[in-house]
């Protein structure tokens, strides 16, 4: 008699772990649609990034960083393994490229000085691959102020480059000091220039006079 009740007992309890698992919301798929994809610093930021870069530019949010970097030859394969798995698990805010090749030119991350949980201290682990991959990086504060034109000018010096035109002659660039502004005709003769050009005339004439005269030939 016994047997039979830890028996039921244990049937009991059987279907109700059975029970608890098909009827638990949070079972096999415990996902929810966000109600937004991004918060609202990133959409504010985007926005500006989009506004400072021009047509010229892509914004990609939200890139792993196993994305933009690769594991370089000669390194052992238990290093390899080591850092993919860490790069795999990273990723950086924004990614700007250029439009018609994609090539990769940098890589932005927001900073939440105010104790939010955004990436406030540096992940060193980031940094450190990007700048082995000579990839330009920018970690930038949240804030609400932010003008086009700051945006513009940060990413310019420290990622595109403030590359400004130089100046061409026949095809060829040639260095800035070595352009020299030529003096402008402007048609009148100033008194130093008439003295001059007066000076240069009478000394041709003399120097004709002199050669003309007979020379006496020399004594025997």
């Keep these: 008699m016994e047997l039979i009740l830890f028996a039921m007992i244990g049937l009991i309890v059987i279907v109700a772990l059975l029970a608890s698992r098909l009827n638990d919301n949070s079972f096999p798929f415990p996902f929810d649609k966000k109600e937004a994809v991004f918060t609202s610093a990133e959409k504010n930021f985007q926005n500006l990034v989009e506004q400072a870069m021009g047509p010229d530019y892509r914004v990609l949010n939200r890139v792993k960083l196993s994305d933009v970097v690769t594991i370089r030859n000669g390194v052992s394969e238990k290093a390899g393994q080591t850092a993919a798995s860490n790069a795999e698990k990273k990723y950086l805010d924004f990614v700007i490229c250029d439009r018609n090749s994609m090539k990769l030119l940098g890589a932005i991350d927001l900073v ?109």
């Design 112 to 220: 939440d000085t105010q104790g939010k949980g955004y990436k406030i201290k540096k992940d060193w682990f980031v940094s450190g691959a990007l700048e082995a991959a000579s990839i330009p990086h920018l970690r930038i504060k949240v804030k609400a102020n932010y003008t086009v034109e700051e945006i513009r000018s940060c990413i310019n010096t420290r990622i595109i480059g403030d590359k400004r035109p130089e100046p061409k002659m026949k095809g060829r660039v040639i260095p800035a000091p070595m352009v020299k502004v030529r003096s402008k005709n402007t048609g009148v003769l100033t008194p130093a220039a008439a003295r001059s050009s007066v000076n240069a005339l009478n000394t041709a004439k003399k120097s004709r006079q002199l050669s003309s005269r007979p020379v006496a030939a020399l004594p025997h």
